[in-house]
């Protein structure tokens, strides 16, 4: 458990590394193609920051607002649910999270906030009544993990970067392309840099939105092994997503938020490498495999 948990910090570290290597490349672009862009580059990290902050602390309203989510609940609208949350709780050392349902048939769960003192978790109605008591206890303690471990704000991080990525490159193209740029450094000789910015533009996005896709993964596989550790019974969890293999998608599912959930809400029938390469989360059955290996 503990080996897992370490090389997903290590592996997320590395994959920030790669992040802020990319938004170097498309700063260093911006300033040799376009004159004067090295002021222009600041701003639009300076907003790309501000926007995903102002987002920072207002993004559990709008997940649990979108996902449906009803509460929070007191301990006699379902006490089952509020006594395991809170034992966890206690057990992780963490102040107890608001608890919210999601009326729909659907296995599901998430868990939100920017720190263990804002957080939150919603189960949809569907998870509750399928699983058994150490099965549910293992997905809670799943959704604590990702609070305790402080995921929802690393994941703002990269929402921070991916979001500096996005702006720049859009910048460039929009006032390098059709105001012009720097015509001088267009006609001195800088054809393959050129060819080089160009294919950078272009994949720039969309590697960022890989990468985030890859964090998004690991988190799940650290958030597992974490789990396991504060119940100390890996197979509830196991279990528990054997089941959730087969539940069917939720109906307010959004792509916006999909990376939140302990498995994807949309339809899991579309497989191969490149469903796996833009997926939110990593198969179920390697999850499985890793935590029957514990």
Not at 25 to 39: H, I, K, T, Y
Not at 199 to 209: F, G, N, Q
Not at 234 to 255: F, Q, V
Request: proline share 3%.
């Amino acid at each position: 458990m503990y080996n897992q948990i370490t090389s997903n910090k290590r592996k997320s570290i590395a994959l920030i590394a790669l992040f802020v290597f990319v938004i170097s490349a498309l700063g260093w672009f911006a300033e040799r193609f376009m004159g004067g862009a090295d002021g222009v580059f600041a701003i639009a990290v300076f907003v790309s920051v501000g926007m995903s902050l102002l987002s920072y602390f207002s993004a559990d309203k709008i997940a649990l607002s979108v996902s449906g989510a009803k509460g929070p609940i007191r301990k006699e609208d379902n006490e089952y649910v509020y006594r395991m949350v809170e034992n966890l709780s206690i057990t992780a050392g963490i102040p107890m999270p608001k608890v919210y349902i999601i009326d729909d048939d659907a296995l599901n769960a998430f868990a939100t906030g920017r720190d263990p003192e804002h957080s939150a978790i919603a189960l949809t109605s569907g998870i509750i009544r399928s699983l058994e008591n150490e099965e549910l206890e293992g997905v809670i303690a799943h959704e604590l993990a990702h609070i305790q471990n402080y995921d929802i704000r690393f994941m703002t991080l990269v929402a921070v970067l991916v979001g500096t990525v996005v702006l720049i490159s859009d910048y460039i193209f929009r006032w390098g392309f059709i105001f012009g740029g720097n015509r001088e450094n267009r006609t001195a000789g800088n054809g393959w840099m050129m060819i080089v910015g160009i294919a950078l533009l272009i994949l720039s996005p969309i590697v960022a939105e890989l990468i985030k896709l890859a964090v998004s993964r690991k988190r799940e596989f650290l958030a597992d092994a974490s789990g396991a550790l504060l119940t100390r019974y890996p197979e509830g969890l196991a279990s528990a997503l054997e089941k959730l293999k087969n539940s069917k998608p939720m109906d307010n599912a959004s792509k916006a938020t999909a990376h939140m959930y302990i498995s994807s809400p949309f339809s899991s029938r579309v497989k191969g490498f490149t469903a796996k390469l833009f997926s939110t989360h990593p198969p179920i059955d390697e999850r499985i495999e890793a935590l029957r290996k514990m």
